[in-house]
C-alpha cells in the first residue's frame, strides 16, 4: 500500500469541504441534509410499504374467508389499512343506500364504486405524502451541487490572477474543492431518484391491488343487491 502523501491528504474529503469557500461550504451542507432527508424518507416509506403489503394480504385473505361481512367489519375494519378504509367506505355507503326507499340498483352501484375509489385515492395520497421531496431532490440537487462548483472555481481563478502563479499545483486544491461540490450533489440525487422510481412503483402496484380488492368487494355487495 503507498504511502499517504501530504497532497493525497489535501485532496481527502474533510479537508476539501475546510478549505472550501464560505458559500461552497453552504452548498455542500445543504446537499448533505437533503441526502440525510432522502435516505430517512427512502426508509420509512419502504418500511411501511412492505408492512401494509404483508398486513393487507392477510386482512383480504381472513375477510374472503368470513362468513358475516357485518361482523368481520365491526370487529376489524378500525385497523389503519387500506383495505380496512375501503371495506369501511364501501359498507357505509351500503347501509346509507339501504335505508333509501325504491333506491336505485344502478345508481346504488356508482355510489358504492365511488365510495371505494374516492377510499383508494384517500389512501394513496397518504401513503405518497413526502415523495414530492425525493424528486425535487432528484432533479435539483444537481445543479445546486454544479452551482457550488461554479462558485469555488470562479474563487478559484480569481485568487490565481491575484497571485500571478498558474502553476498545476496552485490550481489543483481549488477545482478540487469546488468539484467536490458536484459530487455531493450527485451523492445526494442519484439515490433519491432511485428511490423515487421504486415507490411510486410500489405505490402503483399496492393501487392495483386495492382496486382488485375494491371489485371484489364491489362484486360481492351487487349480488346482495340482485337478491334483495
Do not use: C, Q
Not at 46 to 69: K, M, P, Q, V, Y
Not at 166 to 176: D, E, F, K, N, R
Amino acid at each position: 500500500m503507498p504511502p499517504v502523501t501530504a497532497s493525497t491528504d489535501l485532496m481527502s474529503p474533510l479537508i476539501l469541504f475546510l478549505h472550501a469557500d464560505i458559500v461552497v461550504k453552504m452548498v455542500m451542507l445543504g446537499l448533505l441534509a437533503a441526502s440525510v432527508w432522502t435516505w430517512a424518507i427512502i426508509f420509512t416509506h419502504a418500511t411501511r410499504l412492505r408492512r401494509l403489503n404483508r398486513a393487507g394480504a392477510a386482512f383480504e385473505n381472513d375477510f374472503w374467508s368470513a362468513n358475516d361481512i357485518e361482523e368481520f367489519a365491526s370487529r376489524r375494519g378500525a385497523e389503519r389499512l387500506p383495505s380496512a378504509a375501503i371495506l369501511t367506505a364501501g359498507l357505509d355507503e351500503w347501509r346509507r343506500s339501504a335505508t333509501l326507499r325504491n333506491a336505485d340498483r344502478s345508481g346504488t352501484r356508482e355510489r358504492l364504486s365511488g365510495a371505494m375509489n374516492n377510499a383508494i385515492a384517500g389512501e394513496l395520497d397518504r401513503l405518497s405524502d413526502r415523495l414530492n421531496i425525493l424528486a425535487t431532490v432528484g432533479s435539483v440537487a444537481p445543479f445546486v451541487g454544479l452551482f457550488g462548483t461554479v462558485w469555488g472555481i470562479m474563487r478559484s481563478f480569481t485568487a490565481i490572477a491575484g497571485a500571478n502563479n498558474t502553476s498545476l499545483a496552485v490550481v489543483a486544491p481549488g477545482i478540487a474543492e469546488a468539484l467536490f461540490a458536484t459530487a455531493i450533489g450527485l451523492f445526494a440525487a442519484i439515490p433519491a431518484v432511485i428511490g423515487y422510481n421504486r415507490l411510486t412503483h410500489g405505490l402503483d402496484r399496492l393501487e392495483a391491488s386495492l382496486g382488485r380488492f375494491a371489485d371484489r368487494f364491489h362484486a360481492t355487495l351487487s349480488r346482495e343487491l340482485e337478491a334483495s
